[in-house]
């Protein structure tokens, strides 16, 4: 009675955590193929803002935007 409850338990933990690994593992391969801004995105949205970024002003954003990724 008490061994059948145990292995159900461990049953649920493992599953529990081999979910979790899979899900993150595909997420990041998902981010990484597709990444959810680009340098044309920051470039439009700066100049909606109304200035003309020039190429070191977008890299310096990607390059922080990444860092936080």
Do not use: H
Not at 26 to 41: A, H, T
């Amino acid at each position: 009675m008490i061994s059948d409850i145990l292995l159900i338990l461990v049953g649920l933990v493992i599953g529990i955590i081999i979910g979790f690994l899979i899900s993150k593992k595909v997420i990041s391969k998902q981010l990484k193929e597709n990444p959810p801004i680009n340098e044309k995105m920051i470039e439009a949205m700066m100049t909606s803002m109304g200035r003309k970024p020039s190429q070191k002003q977008v890299n310096q954003v990607m390059k922080q935007m990444t860092r936080y990724m």
